[in-house]
């Protein structure tokens, strides 16, 4: 039987505070050399750029926003090797998928973004599909949770193929208390 001994960073709260963090650990965890794409949720940017920082020559880097990114930071990441995406469409917020998107909740805010991003990035084609990548997420602000997950496009969430289901393969960090919204 083989094992694995890996460290899950928790922390005690959602929020920005943890970003330096959970670049850290996701550094960290791109050392091992197994995986080597990182997604990333951010809104505005900042959260990308402090990340293509972090990475550059070390992982591939997708930065991706549902809104409008502020230029100037989706040019920072792009020069420092990175692709910048906003305006992106959000898929477990589509028809049909309340109890999925409500599943991922349980296991926190930045959970859920984390999944989503990973969704949005196979479904645009700025992964390869199927392969293990980092997800990383936040609680409105900043990250605080980062996960290893297969690149699934959202058709094939639930595939009859098991090799192109959704997988959440390892959490590397996340917050313990969760941060509901509404």
């Not at 929020?15 to 050392?31: C, F, H, Q, S, W």
């Not at 293509?52 to 880097?61: I, P, Q, T, Y």
């Not at 898929?91 to 599943?103: A, E, I, K, W």
Request: aromatic share 6%; no cysteine; net charge positive.
């Amino acid at each position: 039987m083989s094992r694995h001994g890996r460290i899950i960073r928790y922390f005690a709260n959602p929020g920005p505070e943890n970003t330096d963090d959970v670049v850290k650990a996701v550094v960290k965890r791109i050392l091992l050399d197994d995986v080597n794409r990182v997604i990333v949720a951010s809104t505005s940017g900042r959260t990308g750029f402090k990340f293509a920082k972090a990475l550059r020559g070390r992982a591939e880097l997708v930065v991706v926003s549902h809104e409008r990114m502020n230029p100037e930071f989706k040019e920072r990441i792009i020069k420092l090797g990175g692709v910048a995406v906003d305006n992106t469409h959000l898929p477990l917020h589509g028809r049909g998928m309340d109890r999925v998107r409500d599943s991922f909740y349980t296991l926190g805010q930045g959970f859920k973004v984390a999944v989503e991003v990973v969704l949005i990035a196979a479904d645009k084609n700025l992964v390869k599909r199927y392969e293990d990548v980092i997800g990383v997420g936040g609680s409105g602000e900043g990250a605080d949770t980062a996960i290893v997950a297969r690149a699934t496009p959202t058709g094939e969430i639930f595939s009859s193929n098991k090799s192109r289901r959704l997988e959440i393969r390892e959490i590397i960090a996340m917050p313990l208390r969760k941060k509901w919204w509404g």
